[in-house]
């Protein structure tokens, strides 16, 4: 392995589970359910995904535009405040890859801007060379552009790539681009389809850590 490829919501940082829970309170303020299963098979899809997601489920969508901004702007506070958990072992699996010089790169469907805000307040921005971000691309997660597009940077063999996510459609947006991936365990329980997919499924980067073809010394 050279390059290693990090998705960041929910895979570097518990922010999914936060998410969530903002639209959950907004949702029920307007009279409407919002079923986690439902959540979760959005979770990974760039902002306007989500956005035409939602209103395609709940079919409101002047209501839909009022909550969505109230919504980006939680999410922004969030962001700014820096309230997500990191996932356990991030700092020391990053630390441990620049020790043998494997370049990092973040491969997010947030926007540029919000990503390096969040990057920024957590202390993790100097672990990684480059990234490629939700607004920088036409389609988002699952299709695998966003992917090629980190491949044509980092300038390595695909072989020599590994991916860490949580979503199925990070998953599948990976392997699509035809890389191998690690499954990080977060806020969406994967199918077994999805882990016919993956090279391994951790809890954490301390497990991470333990893959032997993953170990570096």
Not at 9 to 38: H, N, P, V
Not at 150 to 155: D, K, N, T, V, W
Request: proline share 5%; hydrophobic share 40%.
């Amino acid at each position: 392995m050279n390059v290693a490829l990090f998705d960041l919501d929910g895979t570097l940082i518990d922010s999914e589970r936060y998410y969530f829970s903002i639209w959950q309170e907004l949702m029920a303020r307007e009279g409407y359910s919002l079923k986690q299963d439902f959540y979760q098979s959005v979770v990974g899809s760039p902002t306007s995904i989500l956005k035409e997601r939602f209103q395609e489920h709940f079919d409101e969508i002047s209501m839909f535009d009022h909550l969505f901004e109230e919504f980006i702007t939680r999410r922004k506070q969030a962001q700014t405040q820096a309230v997500f958990p990191i996932t356990k072992g991030c700092f020391e699996y990053l630390a441990y890859l620049s020790k043998y010089d494997i370049v990092c790169g973040i491969v997010t469907s947030s926007y540029q801007k919000e990503a390096e805000r969040i990057l920024d307040n957590l202390k993790l921005t100097p672990f990684f060379s480059f990234g490629v971000y939700g607004d920088q691309v036409t389609k988002g997660k699952p299709d695998p552009e966003i992917y090629h597009k980190a491949i044509e940077i980092a300038q390595q063999p695909v072989d020599q790539i590994v991916v860490y996510e949580d979503s199925p459609n990070g998953i599948r947006s990976a392997v699509a681009a035809g890389l191998s991936c690690v499954h990080i365990k977060n806020f969406v329980d994967p199918t077994p389809a999805i882990l016919q997919l993956v090279e391994s499924s951790c809890s954490d980067f301390f497990e991470v850590m333990s893959i032997p073809n993953i170990r570096l010394d």
